[in-house]
């Protein structure tokens, strides 16, 4: 049997290492994931001559994707994931006010976006109206990845101001 050498034991005891941290993280995640309090989007209004169920369906998707990576607890720290007040939900609506677009020339269009969203309901009666404007420019053939790209980056604006609100 060969001897150990130092070389092996490192490996082995970096193993151990980042095996124990693995297991650590995940015990920990459940525990974590409680303490943030529930998003639900009731209402994601859209026009009827602005294709409005595909729209609808693009907004609430990249609304919801926004909501996840957002911290709507109020205060930081521990003592903030310990109030019963953080574990609450929230329930918010969204509407789309203008979506229009303009050609310019043969090779540029341009599409605005204004999208309003507010909070219906939550733990500490706030309810604030936030408002997310966006223009972006593009070759029209590539216009739904335009509409897109405009619609995921309004979604993130009011995403982060409603948290903001919510944190208040």
Known sequence: ????????RTRRRRGLLVGFAFA????????AAMAR??????????RAGDDGPRVARLLRRELKRAS??????????KSAKRRPSSSSGFVLSAKVVALTWTPRGDDV??????VVARIEEGPRNVR?????HIRLGGHPRH???????????????IVTRLAEVARR
């Open 1 to 8: 049997m060969p001897a150990r050498t130092p070389v092996g």
């Open 24 to 31: 650590v993280a995940t015990a920990i995640a459940p525990a």
């Open 37 to 46: 309090p529930s998003v639900t989007w009731r209402d994601v209004e859209v």
């Open 68 to 77: 996840k990576h957002e911290d709507w607890r109020k205060g930081s720290g």
């Open 109 to 114: 269009v341009r599409v605005a976006v204004t």
């Open 128 to 132: 604030r109206q936030v408002r997310s």
């Open 143 to 157: 216009r739904n990845e335009l509409e897109r790209r405009a619609l995921k980056i309004v979604a993130g604006g």
